[in-house]
């Protein structure tokens, strides 16, 4: 597992969440390719059968196949993404029913859509599981993540006046997904302004936590610097 975009970047002066994520995803996608066939013996040699269980040897095989399956997902084969799909559909648990559902929602796939839409469909009565289901789409990497996670300000799983899916959607934005948080154009930077100061009203703690995603602002390159400062001037005023 390589260390996280978040982790790296405490290396990193000015901090540039676009270069990291770029060298990250290459790193990944050289061993994806490297190795694939190693990650597909993993991936095949760990699968379980029977109840499951959650002694820490199943645990164990369940997090290494899901870590093989998320380096074989990097390489966008239709094959990977069938197998994908079909753990995300026949899993007896939800470990390993998130893990295919986040890496196809960190992909290219053409099921990514239809995977989401089974999930809330199964788990909509499942307030913790729906939980889940919004932090993934918030945390996804894909271009269009902020246009995703606007919409689903407005989707009837979301509630502003309920912390945990404050934190499961906007939170896992702010401060989980670095390069889509920080785009450069600071639209990122806007969005998470408008509900820090519309949570205010509503709950000053949960503002608070979110707006701790600026915290960091000096250490950036100038022109975010600039973008976030402007945003942490609208708070005040």
């Excluded at 597909?40 to 109840?51: E, F, H, W």
């Excluded at 996804?140 to 799983?157: F, I, P």
């Amino acid at each position: 597992v390589l260390p996280s975009e978040g982790y790296i970047a405490e290396f990193v002066s000015p901090i540039d969440p676009s270069a990291i994520h770029t060298v990250r995803r290459f790193a990944r996608r050289q061993l994806a390719e490297k190795l694939s066939d190693v990650f597909d013996q993993v991936y095949v040699a760990n699968q379980q059968s029977g109840p499951y269980a959650i002694d820490q040897d199943s645990m164990a095989q369940r997090s290494l196949k899901n870590c093989a399956l998320s380096y074989l997902m990097e390489l966008e084969d239709p094959a990977t993404e069938s197998r994908c799909m079909q753990q995300f559909r026949d899993a007896n648990n939800m470990t390993d029913v998130i893990a295919a559902l986040g890496s196809v929602v960190n992909s290219n796939s053409a099921y990514k859509e239809e995977a989401l839409a089974e999930f809330y469909d199964e788990w909509k009565g499942d307030a913790l599981v729906v939980d889940k289901w919004l932090a993934i789409q918030a945390s996804s990497q894909s271009e269009d993540t902020l246009e995703k996670v606007k919409a689903l300000t407005k989707h009837e799983a979301f509630n502003i006046k309920n912390p945990n899916k404050v934190r499961s959607l906007i939170g896992a934005f702010a401060h989980g997904n670095p390069v889509r948080f920080h785009d450069i154009s600071g639209a990122g930077y806007e969005f998470l302004t408008e509900y820090v100061v519309e949570l205010d009203r509503l709950n000053p703690q949960i503002s608070s936590r979110l707006v701790g995603a600026f915290t960091l602002w000096k250490r950036y390159d100038e022109t975010r610097q600039s973008l976030m400062r402007k945003q942490l001037e609208r708070i005040i005023e």
